[in-house]
């Protein structure tokens, strides 16, 4: 079975600091996502990776950055986390095959006070 | 642009009845992929089926029903004599062929009483 890893199911942070949040997939995908669920508005893509070291900007980046060193980890990283970023957080990951479904993992809930 | 609405923000029902989940999707391509998900109180979102736009075929797994009609851009979701199990978060999404995003709608969320 395919497993995502989140590194934390609940964070809790300042305003202010520097957020590490990290993924893992077990299953050598080339694919990985970050998504932000917040209600009434479903899950909204902040960045995705098709590659190690390579990424793309999705629909909500402003405010994040991610990394991909390793063909298995996808780093999303809040720059200064502000109370706006408060949300679960969920990270994904596919195969570049064309009828992919994505995996996600547990999700993490962050809280910036 | 892609777009997916899920016009049922919760809907709740008692157990054994159905529950259709409405799926309304816009998207220029003539190629895509539609995706149903599941999200139960755990979090995790769980995969339950994907259709190409190609094929119109209605789907039955268990319990589970779907039904896809490209006259009306739609791809609702029954869930037939629904159990406590049912209650979650169900995300439709769009993804069409050239790119990796998947677009997904804002979730109906289900409560199934005993």
């Known amino acids: 079975d395919v497993k995502v890893t989140q590194s934390s199911r609940y964070l809790v942070k300042r305003t202010g600091e520097k957020v590490f949040l990290e993924c893992v997939q077990d299953m050598d995908h080339e694919n990985m996502f970050w998504y932000r669920q917040d209600p009434g508005l479903g899950l909204r893509l902040i960045y995705f990776?098709?590659?190690?070291?390579?990424?793309e900007k999705g629909d909500i980046p402003e405010g994040y950055s991610v990394s991909r060193e390793k063909k298995e980890r996808f780093s999303l990283i809040l720059e200064s986390a502000s109370t706006n970023q408060t949300s679960m957080y969920l990270c994904a990951s596919a195969t570049g095959d064309i009828l992919y479904e994505q995996y996600f993992g547990p999700g993490t809930r962050l809280t910036v006070t | 642009a892609q777009k997916v609405t899920q016009a049922q923000t919760e809907i709740s029902v008692v157990e054994k009845e159905d529950v259709t989940l409405d799926c309304v999707y816009e998207?220029?391509?003539?190629?895509?992929?539609l995706f149903w998900y599941k999200q139960p109180p755990s979090g995790e979102l769980v995969f339950l089926i994907r259709?190409?736009?190609?094929?119109?075929q209605n789907e039955i797994s268990g319990r589970y029903s779907w039904n896809f009609q490209k006259s009306t851009s739609s791809f609702n979701f029954t869930i037939t004599a629904s159990q406590v199990v049912d209650s979650a978060v169900y995300f439709c999404a769009l993804r069409v062929v050239i790119g990796y995003k998947l677009s997904f709608g804002a979730g109906t969320t289900v409560t199934v009483r005993a």
């Open positions: 998207t220029r391509d003539t190629t895509y992929y």
């Open positions: 259709r190409n736009s190609f094929d119109e």
């Open positions: 990776s098709y590659d190690v070291k390579m990424k």
